[in-house]
């Protein structure tokens, strides 16, 4: 049987490479004299989009040569992480599993990301905060695994280190797209580490000076280990994580926050979200506005996807 190629891979999936580089506004980027360009991962594909297809890739790469018969992951009731890879698996025929946070929530009516889920015959179990908590226990993912009769087990997020080479080809597609071009600073929100970890572990041959992860999260020092322990070696010092714009803590928001995404969406086709991309820009241009991006900067923003979050507007939680 012949091994399909990556090139296949990106056909058979309907994959858009390279995502758009494109000269965008914020709010007080044109008065400060900051020139904006976003990378649009979010074009990717409109169900595996952004860093999710990055952090995929070479594992879906090498599924064609050979493939498991049955898959799990890990994520929440509005996983992006889920939600790409089940679609993944059922365009690849692979049987998926996603290990979903919150027991009680099997009694509940299913979010629209774990409905999509189920529409693409994947199954769901559920499990409790303590077992949850478990996740990177190798012991307690081959228990998974034997109950499950699972064969391959994928990090929560697609966080592995097959995940660094596919972020990493950002580098590349900037330089074709724009080989004029010397960025300042790039920014990109931060949860896990890996997109991270993708972009500063090549970043000495780059047009990117600085990279800046906006934590999505509350996670000071946390998210720099986790980034840490993805580079090992590589360690590099033109990379530091912002913790002021978590709006409250991961899938938490403000009103605010709220507002900034409703009115720039409505004023532009780039579409943002309050969970990942909205942090970032908001981020952005807060740090445009107080002078942390100094006037005359050229900054790049990673738009890493996750646009179906927007469906879950209305059970994000607003930060006091």
């Not at 993944?88 to 025929?93: D, E």
């Not at 990177?136 to 699972?150: R, W």
């Not at 908001?282 to 900067?297: F, L, V, Y």
Request: with cysteine; proline share 4%; glycine share 8%.
């Amino acid at each position: 049987m012949r091994v399909k190629t990556e090139s296949e891979l990106l056909t058979d999936l309907a994959i858009n490479l390279p995502s758009p580089l494109e000269q965008i506004s914020l709010p007080d980027s044109a008065a400060k004299g900051v020139e904006v360009w976003c990378k649009r991962d979010d074009l990717i594909h409109p169900i595996i989009s952004g860093n999710k297809w990055r952090k995929l890739q070479q594992t879906l790469v090498s599924w064609y040569s050979s493939p498991p018969s049955h898959v799990i992951s890990f994520g929440g009731p509005y996983s992006n992480h889920l939600h790409a890879l089940a679609f993944c698996c059922a365009q690849l025929g692979i049987a998926f599993t996603a290990v979903v946070r919150g027991k009680y929530l099997q009694h509940q009516v299913l979010s629209p990301t774990l409905q999509d889920i189920c529409h693409w015959q994947g199954q769901l179990h559920f499990v409790n905060k303590t077992d949850y908590q478990r996740r990177t226990d190798p012991a307690y993912i081959d228990e998974l695994k034997n109950y499950l009769q699972a064969d391959l087990c994928i990090p929560e997020g697609g966080s592995q280190s097959a995940a660094l080479q596919g972020v990493a080809e950002i580098h590349k597609e900037v330089s074709y797209q724009q080989p004029e071009l010397m960025f300042d600073l790039a920014l990109l929100p931060v949860a896990s580490g890996a997109s991270l970890a993708g972009l500063v572990n090549k970043h000495q041959a780059t047009s990117i000076n600085t990279f800046v992860g906006v934590a999505v999260l509350k996670g000071k020092s946390y998210l720099e280990e986790l980034v840490g322990q993805f580079l090992g070696q590589e360690q590099h010092t033109r990379w530091h994580i912002e913790h002021e714009y978590h709006h409250g803590g991961y899938a938490k928001t403000s009103a605010d926050l709220l507002a900034f995404c409703e009115h720039y969406n409505a004023n532009n086709s780039l579409q943002i979200e309050p969970v990942y991309s909205g942090k970032c820009f908001w981020a952005a241009n807060d740090m445009i506005k107080t002078g942390k991006i100094r006037p005359g900067s050229r900054v790049l923003l990673l738009h890493t996807g996750g646009l179906q979050g927007n469906r879950a507007h209305k059970r994000i939680n607003v930060s006091k």
